[in-house]
């Protein structure tokens, strides 16, 4: 998945999220029917085991087994990108190469985290998983998480590799967007924050990979298509539109907002893992009125 297939990877992705049962179980039939609902409202592909799929609170196990069952259930209708970061680079290369042989097109990872690792250290546990893995990688860029901010500088030998394909940009740093685009013009960049997908699309993203995408996937399509069209104001009320429920739902604590919204629209997806905390009732009723509403 080089060169001119890349583009084949474009658009509106769902960052699944990993529904549970009520001991933490992860719900593999509940997962296959929120991957048809959410085709059936025009994601265009799916982003498994990110942040929103609790990556991290999941076993390396359970971790293959999402993506073999989200490949499966996709079909081949959409891209399935799967994140497979960890802080030990065996591990990643471990599931970067069982994702790509389940049918994952590419893989994304986040730098490891905790020991404070140096930006050469970093560099080298991308280049290994590149290397030893030999698949498509994206960059996962999400600095509030892991205290790294990639850039055209500090990335750019990574981005000068054909089998690094593009960034995940989870950052409000646009101009940081913008320079990395306009160095690396062939790169896919999707915007990783929803609230600001109108604005990364200005900055030179051409791809999403969002937690509300789980809810609205619609709304996002939307946003882009008046973005092409240069019809700015109607895009931006509808970018609007979007921050007000991000907006509600962070308050409450993103993932498991977007957790109970999906339950209350017929799939049950459970609650966070622990140490999560579950949502308390006045959460829950203004979700509900926010589905409701929306």
Do not use: W
């Amino acid at each position: 998945m080089v060169g001119g297939k890349v583009k084949e990877l474009r658009g509106i992705y769902s960052a699944l999220v990993t529904p549970m049962d009520a001991h933490e179980n992860v719900d593999f039939h509940v997962l296959r029917a929120l991957i048809d609902h959410q085709l059936a409202q025009g994601v265009e592909g799916f982003y498994c085991c990110g942040s929103s799929g609790e990556a991290l609170l999941l076993t390396l196990k359970e971790r293959q087994s999402i993506v073999d069952t989200v490949v499966d259930q996709v079909a081949g209708r959409v891209p399935v990108i799967a994140h497979v970061g960890t802080i030990r680079t065996a591990d990643a290369v471990k599931l970067a190469k069982g994702a790509i042989d389940s049918g994952a097109v590419a893989v994304s990872m986040i730098p490891p985290y905790y020991y404070n690792f140096s930006e050469s250290e970093i560099l080298g546990y991308y280049e290994d998983v590149v290397q030893q893995a030999q698949v498509p990688v994206i960059i996962y860029n999400i600095p509030q998480f892991t205290g790294i901010s990639f850039n055209k500088h500090n990335a750019g030998s990574l981005l000068e590799q054909e089998l690094v394909i593009g960034v995940k940009h989870t950052s409000t740093d646009l101009y940081g967007l913008e320079r990395m685009h306009s160095a690396y013009p062939d790169k896919i960049y999707f915007n990783g924050f929803d609230e600001t997908f109108l604005c990364a699309l200005a900055a030179g993203a051409d791809s999403a990979i969002g937690t509300t995408v789980n809810l609205f996937a619609s709304r996002f399509v939307l946003i882009r298509q008046l973005y092409r069209e240069g019809k700015m104001v109607e895009a931006l009320k509808e970018q609007s539109k979007v921050n007000s429920c991000v907006e509600l739902l962070v308050s409450h604590g993103i993932f498991n907002g977007v957790k109970y919204a999906l339950t209350i629209q017929g799939f049950d997806c459970g609650s966070c893992r622990s140490p999560f905390k579950p949502l308390s009732l006045q959460a829950k009723r203004e979700i509900e009125f926010l589905v409701s509403e929306y």
